[in-house]
């Protein structure tokens, strides 16, 4: 039953904080970032990993593979992109604007292609509707850090 | 403040279904693994990569970094081999048991080693504790489909 | 013998090591593997992470893309595990058999299909040729770790 | 020219180009960047992950710990922004300038400070002056492709 999955973690007697946003509540750490905001937007850089990879998966099993070509390089290019900014914005005891600020941009722009192109086939395929609602909330977490 | 990160979806009036388990829910797609045990060692994997990953960079802010080295190898380990069996995972279609079964098993090592790192340090170190907690439902998930 | 597999980069005009062998030969750590069979395995799998993820794209540029599904659902597969696998072979202080042999089987048993199914297409397509060569290489480095 | 980059392996008593070399110049796929200019950097991000990845472990097993937090911390930022641009300039068909550039300079910002702190230790360390070469060829194949 799909319930029982939901992300209740009793052992915290809590409703599920994710486990990078415990860490770096625990530790302290300063940024120039808003603590919050990063731990935002690592939480949706991580679920929008899994969302593009899950997708290219699914739509390598759509019957008309040929249409689905930009949204598979598009959910792979959105992967690689935010693997490297949740691994940057995980590590902020060095931050250098010089690396962050143009990472997230870069991370913007594929989020948003990404999730364009997912709105296209959003109609069809529920799996593109579900990573287009992932890039959309990745994409705007990466612009608060930038504001 | 922490609570406004807590997981609530509203869009889907449901209280976090992660993208991975929404994807893989709509596409019905088959494999040898109880689909519900793949989605939840795919939360796993993935709650474990965040904990790892900012692990290390917590273990690396520690007055005595010696002390944490090998924790800091072993995160890392955990992190490259639960992002392959995460990716491996997630592309059921073409799940072949020579691949799968021997990589569960290594994920499963690793995990189960890097817990035992962290518990050693879990007493002093909040992170380590949090870090270890992952990792153990990271190996508990991944024995589940060994089974 | 280390002279077997140096590299040369004729645009240096120089005998150039690939940078992993430079450093674990410079490092002299101790491990349960012939030294020289690691770097061997290091550089055959990243030649093949470079190989799976070019033929990937090279393949969803094919007008039968339908017919490239499986291919590049192996080659995404195969990219992750070498990932993984690079990883660990790469930090060799904490070897742990329980984790690299699991994983130097899993990375075999990909390696091998992926270029069963590169072959395939190899009489067809030169980037299915290719990236098959580069399958067999490393499957056949990781192969020799594991004797 | 494509002469200059061809790398000889002289294990294979043959003229050996990289894999995604070949690939990519079997495949005739456009780009807005010189295809020369892509596949040196292509190259030089694989050779600099694998250098930044071995130079942690190398870090790590040094016996002033403390001393190499700050290097150990770049060459995993590093590590992850070349992997994502080694991914983005793998698939050159959907290339996206708002995707591609920003992401090329946060890859020279963090190989530029990766290398100056490689630099600080390189008269101590061969492993660091190995990573140093490694992270300048890579910004300067990246400087390349932006200009």
Redesign the interface.
């Known amino acids: ?2 319930l ?4 209740y973690y009793s ?1 915290e007697l809590e ?13 302290g ?1 300063k940024s120039p970032f808003d603590a ?1 905001a990063v ?2 937007a ?2 949706a850089l ?6 593009c ?6 739509d ?2 759509e019957k008309d ?2 249409e689905m ?2 949204c ?3 959910c ?2 959105c ?3 935010c ?2 900014t ?3 914005l ?5 931050y ?1 604007p ?6 997230l ?2 991370c913007v ?2 989020c948003k ?1 990404c999730g364009d192109e997912c709105e296209r086939h959003a109609h069809e395929f ?2 593109c509707r ?2 287009e ?2 890039c959309r909330r990745c994409e705007s977490a990466c612009r608060k850090l930038l504001a």
Chains 1, 2, 3, 4 share one sequence.
């Not at 029982?4 to 992300?7: D, M």
């Not at 409703?15 to 530790?27: D, E, K, P, T, W």
């Open positions: 039953m799909w029982e999955g939901w992300r052992s409703v599920g904080m994710s486990f990078a946003r415990q860490i770096l509540a625990s530790s750490r919050g731990v935002d690592i939480d991580s679920d929008c990993i899994q969302a990879i899950t997708d290219v998966d699914a390598l099993g593979v040929a070509v930009r598979i390089r598009l792979l290019d992967t690689d992109v693997e490297a949740l691994g940057i995980s590590r902020p005891a060095e250098d010089g690396v962050v600020r143009p990472l941009e870069s722009a594929i292609s529920e799996h579900i990573c609602e992932a």
